[in-house]
């Protein structure tokens, strides 16, 4: 992780995509149509207007040249499922019979599932994916039975406290291959977007 200070904040950014976590990996999917601005928030926590209020020389000079593996992007339709995740400090061994194991877990997921399926029948991946590992791991990190109503807050802290690799390769696998779920065609748009439309604009 980078430090860095624009204007009245401080903060960290990651220097490859190994650094970056569930949280900001979601975060640049939400925000990627919305100009660098944001995508510089996603990666930072430091909010887009205090980027575009940012004197031209301290963004390029100072920010740009640790961001240039954002165009150098992994194979996200191919990463393997790892055999162990790490969430919050804590190191869980991934079962190979990735199921969900109680009645509340299976109607908690159908829901999310259900909410993020457009009319051509394609599942939003990405955004599906934090809710499917809280709902998985909760209980495996809390080591107790299901309950929904803790499922929110470890979202919020497992997605901040887990690699978005990990993460995105966990879920992807869980959901692509024990629920045979329709998923978008557009599968690598996280790489085309990165490569066609960020990566001139971080290099400019």
Not at 71 to 89: H, Q, R, S, W
Not at 151 to 177: C, P, Q, T
Request: aromatic letters at 10%.
């Amino acid at each position: 992780m980078q430090k860095i200070k624009i204007g009245e904040y401080t903060g960290e950014i990651p220097t490859s995509w190994d650094e970056v976590t569930l949280h900001q990996l979601i975060d640049f999917w939400n925000n990627k149509d919305k100009g660098i601005s944001f995508v510089l928030e996603s990666f930072s926590g430091i909010p887009a207007k205090t980027w575009n209020a940012a004197p031209v020389e301290d963004v390029t000079n100072d920010i740009m040249p640790h961001l240039k593996w954002i165009g150098e992007v992994p194979d996200f339709a191919n990463l393997k499922c790892p055999e162990y995740v790490t969430i919050m400090g804590k190191k869980i061994k991934v079962p190979k019979d990735l199921d969900l194991k109680s009645f509340g877990q299976k109607i908690m997921f159908e829901q999310i599932v259900k909410q993020n399926i457009n009319e051509a029948g394609d599942l939003d991946m990405v955004k599906v994916i934090p809710d499917a590992l809280a709902i998985y791991f909760e209980p495996l990190f809390a080591e107790k039975d299901f309950d929904d109503e803790r499922i929110e807050d470890f979202k919020v802290l497992m997605s901040r406290g887990m690699s978005g690799l990990e993460g995105y390769a966990v879920g992807s696998f869980f959901l692509m291959n024990y629920y045979g779920l329709k998923l978008s065609k557009r599968k690598n748009l996280i790489l085309n977007l990165t490569q066609n439309n960020l990566q001139p604009e971080l290099t400019s």
